[in-house]
Antibody, heavy 122, light 112 residues
Framework: QVTLKESGPGMLQPSKTLSLTCSFS??????????VSWIRQPSGKSLEWLAA???????YYNPSLKSRLTVSKDTSNTQVFLKITSVDTADTATYYC??????????????WGQGVMVTVSS | DVVMTQTPVSLSVSLGNQASISCRSS???????????LSWYLQKPGQSPQLLIY???NRFSGVSNRFSGSGSGTDFTLKISRVEPEDLGVYYC?????????FGSGTKLEIK
């Protein structure tokens, strides 16, 4: 059974660095084709893909935020991390991690975490 | 970036009737490998998005056959036949042919 769960600070101040963790089970990020992405959604708005890391350790970023993003994974291949530097109120959103299996049917996000709300406020 | 334009923004449908949502991309979503990486997701109230349709017209595992996707190139459609109460939520189209991956702005389905 595949599950993902995001964790984060809940609230942080502008200009700080946001650190998020995606903990997952039911698959290994070392398996060929596996990719974990980060996606965010401000309240009442659409979804924005932020970054991804694949089984080979290759990383992909949304150019609109690339200079502020760092995605990484742990050596056990059961956690993925996202850091966003210099946050401001526009980074207030629910942050999701989601799995894609590029060796599967299409590489779509077939499993999502429940999301973690992050508020940037002074 | 590929811009995904969804219409309508919202849709109010009576139970048992059909709903149709359009999605247009600013570039062709036909990949060099021959696949069209256009998907549809439904986000029910208070939940994470869930995959409905992949590769433009294939239903994901467990998805009702009341949902159907069609289209190619830059124009795509999601149809929901015989709308049921559990269909309410926001529908998003999504492309992963081109980086960065992009979502549509969403279509909110309400039940009359």
């Amino acid at each position: 059974q595949v599950t993902l769960k995001e964790s984060g600070p809940g609230m942080l101040q502008p200009s700080k660095t946001l650190s998020l963790t995606c903990s997952f089970s039911g698959f290994s990020l070392s398996t060929s084709g596996m990719v974990v992405s980060w996606i965010r959604q401000p309240s009442g708005k659409s979804l924005e893909w932020l970054a991804a890391i694949d089984w080979d350790g290759d990383k992909y970023y949304n150019p609109s935020l690339k200079s502020r993003l760092t995605v990484s994974k742990d050596t056990s291949n059961t956690q993925v991390f996202l850091k966003i530097t210099s946050v401001d109120t526009a980074d207030t959103a629910t942050y999701y991690c989601a799995r894609a299996d590029t060796m599967g049917i299409s590489g779509d996000f077939d499993y999502w975490g429940q999301g973690v709300m992050v508020t940037v406020s002074s | 970036d590929v811009v995904m334009t969804q219409t309508p923004v919202s849709l109010s449908v009576s139970l048992g009737n059909q709903a149709s949502i359009s999605c247009r991309s600013s570039q062709s979503l036909l990949h060099s490998d021959g696949n069209t990486y256009l998907s549809w997701y439904l986000q029910k109230p208070g939940q994470s998005p869930q995959l409905l349709i992949y590769l433009a017209s294939n239903r994901f595992s467990g998805v009702s056959n009341r949902f159907s996707g069609s289209g190619s190139g830059t124009d795509f459609t999601l149809k929901i036949s015989r709308v049921e109460p559990e269909d309410l939520g926001v529908y998003y189209c999504f492309q992963h042919t081109h980086l960065p991956l992009t979502f549509g702005s969403g279509t909110k389905l309400e039940i009359k």
